[in-house]
């Protein structure tokens, strides 16, 4: 059986009301799984000059 620790991130991109999502899954099965899930394509931008 496969287990998994999934934590995810919501953030805005600074300055704006972009909202970018980010999943980080870590497997619970004594293997060093790790993996990463976002979607390609809405990737984080350059926000500007602060």
């Given at each position: 059986?496969?287990?998994?620790?999934v934590v995810e991130?919501?953030?805005?991109?600074?300055?704006?009301?972009?909202?970018?999502?980010?999943?980080?899954?870590?497997?619970?099965?004594?293997?060093?799984?790790?993996?990463?899930?976002?979607?390609?394509?809405?990737?984080s931008g350059d926000?500007?000059?602060?």
């Amino acid at each position: 059986m496969n287990r998994w620790l999934v934590v995810e991130w919501q953030v805005y991109l600074y300055g704006t009301n972009s909202l970018k999502v980010f999943q980080q899954w870590i497997g619970l099965n004594g293997t060093e799984d790790i993996s990463y899930a976002y979607d390609p394509g809405n990737l984080s931008g350059d926000p500007g000059a602060a």
